[in-house]
């Protein structure tokens, strides 16, 4: 079973059957590999290069130990040594290792549509690690499938996404993956950091988190992304604090079963409570985990050219 793809750029161009395929073979290797600490030789002799231009813990670090439980050779290349300093383009730095021989380059990129540019001009496999404040599809993919493994069924299920929404490449990816499922989905966050068309995506928009919160199945909290913000979106840091971090108080309005979600990094005490973050409720621990199963499923469900 192989996805139709070259390349994942968006989870805005992935079909509904393409994420149940990814979301059923995300399943099998967590219980296959990640349960059992087990290897398997799907991608033996291919090579991954994690091309990440912007820091990252989580995604470079799945990436690698995904690609090794596939038996695949992994390559890092630090972008901080590397050519590119010496003002190499990204297209020739791609070819530099498409000519190595590389099956897949994992790029991360300040850069909304740089994937896209790498996926055009190379033949071997592009994926996207997250690109400006365009998508995060990796993400937006775990994200679904730890929803997927606490609810069963995305049929009437309600997520909230809070705060800086206009900014995030992960709040972007939840909602093509969500609403491709027919899923409900509603945003909150200060007017200047949600993005004027999100009703085009049948996406229901709140200021107030008190309103917002109050029967929803899920909560995923964002970081305020203060490297992407070029003007002052926010009165003060402590005005966003007492509106819009997630805290037990703010929770006590919701559901009693909750489920609270946070890709990652988190700021504690900012976006949400140090208490929130280590509460039974959160499952972010748990994306960290299914991260990697997700991510051994793209790497094997990719359609290579060669
Ligand atoms: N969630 C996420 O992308 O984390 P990293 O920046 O650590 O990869």
New binding site residues.
């Given amino acids: 079973m192989l996805l139709n793809h070259k390349d994942l750029l968006s989870i805005e161009h992935l079909s509904k059957d393409d994420l149940y395929t990814i979301l059923k073979i995300t399943k099998h290797f967590k219980d296959t590999s990640i349960k059992s600490f087990k290897k398997n030789d799907l991608l033996y002799g291919k090579t991954v290069a994690n091309l990440f231009c912007e820091?990252?813990?989580?995604?470079?670090t799945s990436f690698e130990i995904a690609a090794k439980k596939l038996s695949a050779d992994v390559v890092n290349i630090d972008v901080n040594t590397s050519s590119i300093l010496k003002g190499e383009s990204l297209i020739d730095t791609g070819k530099t290792l498409e000519a190595m021989n590389i099956n897949y380059i994992v790029v991360r990129h300040f850069f909304s549509g740089a994937p896209d540019i790498l996926a055009k001009n190379l033949n071997i496999s592009i994926i996207n690690a997250?690109d400006g404040s365009h998508e995060?599809p990796t993400?937006g993919l775990l994200d679904l499938y730890t929803i997927y493994e606490k609810k069963k069924s995305f049929k009437g299920l309600k997520i909230l996404l809070i705060g800086d929404i206009l900014h995030s490449r992960?709040a972007k990816s939840n909602i093509w993956a969500l609403k491709k499922m027919d899923a409900n989905v509603s945003v909150v966050g200060p007017p200047t950091l949600i993005p004027k068309n999100i009703v085009d995506l049948n996406v229901k928009v709140y200021y107030d988190l008190f309103e917002a919160i109050k029967d929803v199945d899920v909560v995923n909290v964002l970081r305020i992304q203060f490297e992407r913000q070029k003007e002052n979106l926010l009165p003060s840091i402590e005005e966003y604090i007492e509106f819009y971090q997630l805290t037990k108080k703010k929770l006590n309005t919701a559901k009693s079963d909750v489920l609270i979600m946070h890709?990652?990094?988190v700021n504690r005490n900012i976006e949400i409570s140090s208490d929130v973050v280590d509460s039974p409720s959160a499952l972010i621990n748990e994306q960290v985990t299914n991260g990697i199963a997700v991510r051994m499923a793209v790497l094997s469900l990719l359609k290579q050219k060669y």
């Fill in positions: 820091p990252s813990t989580r995604t470079k997250g995060h993400q992960v890709p990652g990094p």
